[in-house]
């Protein structure tokens, strides 16, 4: 009898771990999307300037316009989801990005582009941050590892693929496809929302203006100042004086998260340990990867001289070792446990870097490819133990606010990797004498040793992790 009466109990379980799946992938699917967009249109920019009758390096402030939109609206997203419901938000976040994505394609100038751009950023701002809460909110424990293992692929392959599907999408289509390929998908992607989301109960919680103004022009200037600083073309005084505006905002807008009744986030997270390891120790690994997609191909053709094409499919391996490594994360958390794996993993990571900065333009292609085949493993590996770890602890009070905190987090990691890379670069340059934008083979190679060192302080934070940290999460342990 017994045995009859699990049976519609393990059907249940099945039908909602399915869904559960459903949601993870849609959810990943959405950030893909939204990752792409950030990094396709840079080797396409050449092509859209010609039709937008601009100079090439103009149309950065519609790749600027995109990121800055994105990280000011995300601290809203999970209040938004709260007081209007999730498939609400997201269904409309997907429609807006969508939508933007067509008027992209049907503009005719810089600033008409640069507007559509922005509004991209609103969407993308709502979409993958809400998307992310739902799957946190709607996964037991147990299986959060596998979930996060999903959501962490888009970060990684967006970057790398990115650039070279622009370009092939621009030589032999037109830079039109790059936005209008994201119509059949917004379509798809709203329709499974509709299917796959519900929504919970409306919270009537008051808006933090104050919060919000605060944290907007914070996070705004403090990326547009990133932006500035990666450039020669911007004074340096003007671009410091963004970045610490920025800086000195965000100070302000964590003094009045703390002390208002409303927050539009609350930091508590920030006091679980393991949640701050991956905000802190987890930032600068995000940040030190990042370097990789902007330095590599420089070095590829400016210090050894390849051609773009050679330099973008050398790239195609770091995306084959994300790839490659992803049926065996879980297995390998669950295994070793998430200290070891931080540890053990983030100092292979480091010495990555290492043994990239010792290639020459005479390195058999084939060791190339292999160096950058398990330095993709080992990124991925890195990228999924973090992000699985943050929230292992975090209590569901506060996942939230965790996710919102997440969110911004990653996004400014991404545009701090890009600062950080032309720096090191800049930094090499200056301790070898070399006249600024003629960078040597050498001067690379000096800068992915700076860039190993990033790595491998951003080892220590797990090493002060305790052996059963995140235990919740790791069946069997």
Not at 138 to 158: D, F, G, M, S
């Amino acid at each position: 009898m017994s045995s009859m009466d699990d049976t519609p109990r393990r059907g249940s379980n099945d039908r909602q771990n399915e869904q559960r799946m459903a949601i993870a992938l849609l959810v990943a699917g959405v950030f893909f999307m939204e990752n792409l967009d950030a990094t396709v249109i840079a080797t396409s920019l050449p092509a859209m300037a010609r039709d937008f009758g601009t100079a090439p390096a103009y149309l950065s402030v519609g790749v600027s316009a995109y990121l800055v939109a994105l990280t000011v609206f995300i601290p809203i997203s999970g209040w938004a989801a709260d007081r209007f419901g999730a498939r609400r938000i997201f269904g409309a976040a997907i429609v807006v990005f969508t939508l933007a994505s067509l008027l992209c394609a049907a503009s005719q100038g810089l600033w008409s582009f640069t507007a559509a751009r922005a509004l991209q950023g609103l969407g993308g701002s709502m979409m993958v941050p809400v998307g992310r809460l739902v799957v946190m909110r709607e996964t037991p424990k147990e299986e959060l590892v596998r979930a996060i293992a999903i959501l962490t692929w888009p970060a990684l392959v967006a970057p790398i693929l990115g650039p070279p599907v622009g370009g092939w999408i621009s030589t032999h289509w037109s830079w039109h496809w790059i936005f209008l390929l994201n119509l059949p998908l917004g379509v798809a992607a709203f329709v499974a929302a509709l299917a796959l989301i519900r929504n919970g109960p409306p919270q009537r919680q008051q808006f933090d203006l104050a919060g919000f103004a605060l944290s907007a022009l914070g996070f705004g200037l403090f990326m547009a100042g990133i932006e500035a600083v990666s450039r020669a073309d911007v004074p340096h005084a003007l671009s410091l004086g963004v970045l610490g505006a920025g800086i000195a905002l965000l100070l302000l807008t964590v003094r009045h998260l703390r002390r208002a009744t409303h927050p539009l986030f609350g930091l508590g997270p920030l006091a679980v340990r393991t949640f701050r390891t991956t905000a802190v120790g987890g930032s600068l690994f995000r940040i030190a990867i990042s370097t990789a997609p902007f330095l590599l191909p420089l070095m590829f053709q400016i210090g050894f001289g390849y051609s773009a094409v050679q330099a973008g499919t050398l790239l195609l391996w770091l995306f084959a070792g994300n790839l490659a490594i992803k049926p065996g994360t879980t297995w390998i958390m669950h295994r070793f446990g998430f200290r070891n794996v931080l540890v053990g993993n983030g100092l292979l990571v480091a010495a990555g870097f290492v043994a990239v900065a010792q290639l020459a333009a005479s390195t058999p292609h084939w060791l190339v490819c292999a160096l950058l085949f398990v330095t993709g493993m080992t990124r991925s590996m890195q990228f999924t133990a973090l992000n699985t770890i943050g929230f292992a602890d975090v209590p569901p009070s506060q996942v939230r606010d965790a996710n919102t905190l997440f969110s911004v987090l990653q996004q400014m990691n991404g545009g701090l990797g890009i600062a950080i890379g032309a720096l090191a670069l800049s930094v090499a340059e200056r301790m070898r004498g070399t006249a600024a934008g003629l960078a040597s083979a050498a001067d690379f190679r000096l800068a992915f040793w700076l860039i190993a060192g990033l790595a491998l302080l951003a080892v220590v934070d797990s090493v002060l992790l305790p052996a059963d940290a995140g235990h919740r999460v790791l069946v069997g342990r």
